[in-house]
């Protein structure tokens, strides 16, 4: 069932990106009408021609290999993004499943829902900052409101929630304070704004400093492990900017499901002498 559910999330997750995308453009360079890029009445099209799509145009994965990745329609190629979304979605759901940090029960069934509801988000937030260098508020906003949820649940069902309580603003100060210093030292040059807000996503939904700590040192791993075999090879000049918003995102879902295995690592191999 959650393979099923993460499948058409990411479907709707590639078309959520599109359509936003197209929407937050100037009337004239829009290529279809408001009435038909609405979410939630709009018809699927191709984003090439905007020929409306057909049911078996839209079983996600499937559809894309029974065309070799180009539209049925026009021809044209279709980005890999749209079955590796789809694919990406649907693992992730099975893999918070398995790897959810508490029985999954009382109030922690409603925490995994929020939690499955916020990752179909953080990943049409990856995908919009990959493709378009930017974290539109238009998501972030429902984001942070559904991070505020799940960081509610952990005060309400935690055995002191004053100190709870306590720990969750303490995530967002590390997560959200520390990129905000860096947005104002460098007048937003070494960090966007966007990122400020989401390090207020982040901290309330790992709820505690070390784990946000835990999150930007895994975010800022990745972007390293990634950009100097870039510059290395030439592919990537020192003036580049890539968006760190995804190796955010990743860090985030990386400590929600292991972060209090890795942190225990941690503390029993370093901290035990």
Known sequence: MLIVLGFCFGSFDNAL????RELSKPKKQRVASVAELSIAKGRSMCPNCQHTLAWYDLVPVVSWLSV???????????AVQYPLVELATAGLFVLSYHYWPLPIEGSQLAAFVIWLLLLIGLM?????????????????YPLTGLAAASAL?????????????????????VGSGLFYVLFQVS????IGGGDVKLGWIFGLVVAAPLSSFLVIFIAALLGS????????????????????GPFLIIGTVVVQLFGAAMLAWYQRIFLSI
């Open 225 to 244: 492990l990634v950009a100097v075999p870039l510059l290395a090879t030439k592919r990537l000049k020192k003036t580049s900017v890539i968006p760190f």
């Open 153 to 173: 649940i952990g005060m309400a069902s935690a055995v002191d929630p004053a100190k709870a309580a306590l720990s969750t603003f303490l995530a967002v100060v």
């Open 68 to 78: 070799a990745g180009r539209c049925r329609y026009c021809h044209m190629p279709i």
């Open 17 to 20: 990106t599109w359509r936003l």
């Open 124 to 140: 049409a937030l990856l995908v919009y900052d990959l493709r378009w260098m930017l974290l539109p508020n238009k998501l972030v």
């Open 187 to 190: 007048d937003g040059k070494w």
